[in-house]
């Protein structure tokens, strides 16, 4: 008796968004190391946090499959194409990361939509609120550093932003969830 609850399309599209993540990971883990070799220690410590939360939406996704009776597939993934120019590019490289993902992420809700598992479906809304969460967090990434003074940035306003990030918690609070006791 199979008891796969996910078609063979949408297992392969789990899997290829499980790799995805792991991606993300390798990405952030290189942009972590190249902010450290250049004396930036508190944002590669955010960007190495970021890294480790990637691999964990990717276990998210492993457990899955595994939760609906497939069989997850780890692949190999490429190593990051580019290294940034600058904090600015750097920043702007995590943005594009997320919308990147974000776009990955609409595909498995719109696939799952048409296949009609709910499951699936319902699964995949975490992952929507995620994404929205990490792009958000990205926009205050280019903020930040918009106003510390962008690519002409003094060494004083690189270094606060610095140790701003090194202690920044990832979760960026979402407005849709603000209520009138809690505006944040």
Same mark, same amino acid.
């Given at each position: 008796m199979n008891t796969n609850r996910l078609s063979k399309a949408m297992e392969a599209s789990l899997i290829k968004q499980m790799t995805k993540e792991n991606q993300a990971s390798q990405i952030y883990l290189s942009l972590g190391i190249w902010a450290d070799t250049k004396g930036y220690g508190g944002i590669a410590n955010f960007l190495f946090r970021h890294a480790q939360e990637e691999r964990n939406h990717s276990i998210k996704i492993m457990m899955y499959i595994l939760e609906r009776g497939g069989t997850p597939v780890v692949e190999a993934v490429e190593a990051p194409k580019r290294?940034?120019?600058?904090?600015?590019?750097?920043?702007?490289?995590?943005?594009?990361? #997320?919308?990147? @993902?974000?776009?990955?992420?609409?595909?498995?809700? @719109?696939? !799952?939509?048409?296949?009609?598992?709910?499951?699936?479906? @319902?699964?995949?809304?975490?992952?929507?609120?995620?994404?929205?969460?990490?792009?958000?967090?990205?926009? #205050?990434?280019?903020?930040?550093?918009?106003?510390?003074?962008?690519?002409?940035?003094?060494?004083? !306003?690189?270094?606060?932003?610095?140790?701003?990030?090194?202690?920044?918690?990832?979760?960026?609070?979402?407005?849709?969830?603000?209520?009138?006791?809690?505006?944040?």
């Open positions: 290294q940034p120019k600058n904090i600015t590019d750097c920043f702007n490289m995590v943005f594009e990361h #997320e919308v990147d @993902n974000t776009n990955a992420i609409y595909g498995l809700v @719109n696939q !799952s939509m048409e296949e009609k598992d709910w499951a699936t479906w @319902n699964f995949a809304q975490w992952f929507v609120k995620e994404q929205i969460e990490e792009e958000k967090l990205a926009l #205050e990434l280019i903020d930040k550093l918009k106003i510390a003074g962008g690519d002409r940035a003094s060494d004083e !306003s690189l270094f606060a932003l610095d140790k701003y990030l090194e202690t920044k918690p990832d979760e960026v609070p979402l407005s849709r969830d603000a209520t009138a006791e809690n505006p944040e």
